[in-house]
């Protein structure tokens, strides 16, 4: 191999990674909160007794967790605004299509989590006099939130990592900047390179406390 290492191009382009890099967090972290909300309420409408409102949930979830997550962003990106006539700025379409996708996602984990919730839990609340949205909020979405976090969490690790795909509609984002500077300077092993480094270090630190959370859950159910 006669290939020669040369980063002294990064030098000058380091503002610009990091302002890549802002965008990807403001992905990540915005797609995430849409995920996390709206993942539980998309839960309970999936469970529903009411045919009405469970197909229609179920349909979305199915739909979004069976189809690629980059066809939805570029679904997003070109197809609303010439069906509804709205346009909307790139950075927020990624999030609205990444957040979507991360809440069909979310869905099914917090689904698996209410359905672990003890029944002797819901029959106390039931013999407290509970209504059924402070039985929802005070004693199934603490649980279920408990038992779902690890899987919420590597959702999130891959929301983090599909935000990438943004940049085939030109979002700004870490990928999007890394693509540029590598044509600009002939560099591609390089920028891929550090970009690669950049998302390992964004993502091992939260892998790592999934497994923490894995052990105390583990832990927690022997005691």
């Known amino acids: ?31 995430n ?8 309420l998309l839960c309970l409408l999936a469970m ?21 997550a980059l066809l939805q962003i570029v679904w997003f990106f070109y197809c609303i605004p010439m069906l509804f006539d709205v346009f909307i700025d790139p950075l927020t379409m990624g999030v609205l299509a990444l957040g979507l996708n991360l809440t069909a996602f979310n869905a099914e984990a917090y689904r698996a989590g209410v359905q672990a919730v003890p029944k002797e839990h819901l029959d106390a609340c039931v013999a407290l006099g509970l209504r059924p949205w402070q039985r929802t ?19 999130g690790i ?19 900047v890394g693509k540029s500077l590598a044509t600009e300077a002939y560099r591609p092993l390089e920028t891929y390179s550090v970009i690669a480094l950049i998302y390992f270090a964004l993502t091992l630190p939260i892998s790592k406390l999934v497994h923490v959370v894995e052990r105390r859950q583990d832990a927690a159910v022997q005691r």
């Not at 909160?33 to 539980?40: K, M, Q, R, S, V």
């Not at 603490?142 to 969490?153: E, G, K």
């Not at 891959?158 to 999007?176: E, F, H, R």
Request: glycine residues 6%; hydrophobic residues 55%; charged residues 10%.
């Open 33 to 40: 909160a849409i995920g996390l909300t709206f993942g539980f």
């Open 48 to 68: 529903s007794r009411l045919v009405l409102l469970r197909w229609p949930a179920q349909l979305f979830i199915e739909f979004f967790r069976c189809t690629p």
């Open 137 to 155: 909020i005070y004693v199934v979405l603490p649980q279920a939130l408990r038992n779902a976090m690890p899987v919420l969490m590597t959702n």
């Open 158 to 176: 891959g929301s983090l990592q599909q935000s990438a795909l943004v940049a085939i509609v030109a979002v700004a984002d870490l990928m999007y």
């Open 1 to 31: 191999m006669n290939y020669h290492f040369d980063f002294s191009f990064l030098e000058g382009n380091i503002g610009q990674l990091l302002s890549g890099l802002r965008v990807t967090l403001e992905l990540a972290i915005a797609s």
